[in-house]
């Protein structure tokens, strides 16, 4: 079982830049792969970045390529998005998710987040 906690939206220039940060509960988290998705409003959610329970692997949707990070601290039982040269199509609110099942390209997640905001200003 794992629970996770986003924290870091708000409220940003377009150009800015934003880093959320998930925490997880449980002894488990490096076994877990991690996920941050998004949904605006009126639209489907969809897969934003994903990183391996090590680390190593990680891949991104297009829109996001070159602008964004994700990557995982496990020892602080933590993942972080790192968001640069935000875009008004950004904003929605973001949700972490943790599985352990299929790999990072397809991977089923169990476990989600509240979701944070963000909202990139024009």
């Known amino acids: 079982q794992v629970q996770l906690v986003e924290s870091g939206g708000g409220l940003v220039q377009a150009g800015g830049s934003l880093r959320v940060s998930c925490a997880a509960s449980?002894?488990?988290?490096?076994?877990?792969?991690m996920g941050w998705f998004r949904q605006a409003p009126g639209k489907a959610r969809e897969l934003v970045a994903a990183?391996?329970?090590?680390?190593?692997?990680?891949v991104y949707a297009d829109s996001v390529k070159g602008r964004f990070t994700i990557s995982r601290d496990n020892a602080k039982n933590t993942v972080y998005l790192q968001m640069n040269s935000l875009k008004p199509e950004d904003t929605a609110v973001y949700y972490c998710?943790?599985?352990?099942?299929?790999?990072?390209?397809?991977?089923?997640?169990?476990?989600w987040g509240q979701g944070t905001q963000v909202t990139v200003s024009s």
């Open positions: 449980g002894r488990t988290f490096s076994s877990y792969g």
């Open positions: 990183i391996s329970w090590s680390g190593s692997r990680t």
């Open positions: 998710a943790a599985g352990t099942s299929g790999s990072v390209y397809n991977r089923r997640y169990d476990y």
